[in-house]
């Protein structure tokens, strides 16, 4: 089955650009999500892109998907304390199979 | 090993015919909280819990129920399953710090189909 996999930890300092780095392996993943987990709340999509798409930018978020090498990554530009969370990846097949990863903890420092 | 287990993990039910999705983790959290995934959507929380006996409505509650009476269970009721819960559930739990929840641990999944 899917097996997604991520870093678990990750620090930088406030204003540097943060990037999480996701792998899986069906290449059959048709959606692929960042999820961003913060302390006392559930889940928050952050972004999603389809398998068809090498890039995809949301203000200070940019994704890009590397197909052929199966690598998901999510680009923080300008980080801020408020990003301090846990960012999950996640890799979905027309919803047959939806894996999660395990989740990278990112710390951002003053 | 650590693990929250759901069953079933495929069901496919008729509109109607109550059902009940089951839940456990071993790992004596106190945070439960049930999700569905729907294509492109992304996941949505259903209901989520706190503790034992402590439930709270999240951001897609109707058409659902939950119960909390021991720690390590938190199973989903479906009194009367609709089309429009043709969804993947997710259980999730984790435990809690000062700060909140700590980093969630995801059940298998399970797929539901309502005809």
Known sequence: ?110 | EAQVTQNPRYLITVTGKKLTVTCSQNMNHEYMSWYRQDPGLGLRQIYYSMNVEVTDKGDVPEGYKVSRKEKRNFPLILESPSPNQTSLYFCASSSLTGAGTDTQYFGPGTRLTVL
Request: hydrophobic share 35%; glycine share 8%.
């Open chain 1, 1 to 110: 089955g899917e097996d997604v996999e991520q870093s678990l930890f990750l620090s930088v300092r406030e204003g540097d650009s943060s990037v999480i780095n996701c792998t899986y392996t069906d290449s059959s993943s048709t959606y692929l999500y960042w999820y961003k987990q913060e302390p006392g709340a559930g889940l928050q999509l952050l972004t999603y892109i389809f398998s068809n798409m090498d890039m995809k930018q949301d203000q200070r978020l940019t994704v890009l998907l590397n197909k052929k090498d199966k690598h998901l990554s999510l680009r923080i530009a300008d980080t801020q304390t408020g990003d301090s969370a846990i960012y999950f990846c996640a890799a979905d097949n027309y919803g047959q199979n939806f894996v999660f990863g395990p989740g990278t903890r990112l710390s951002v420092l003053p």
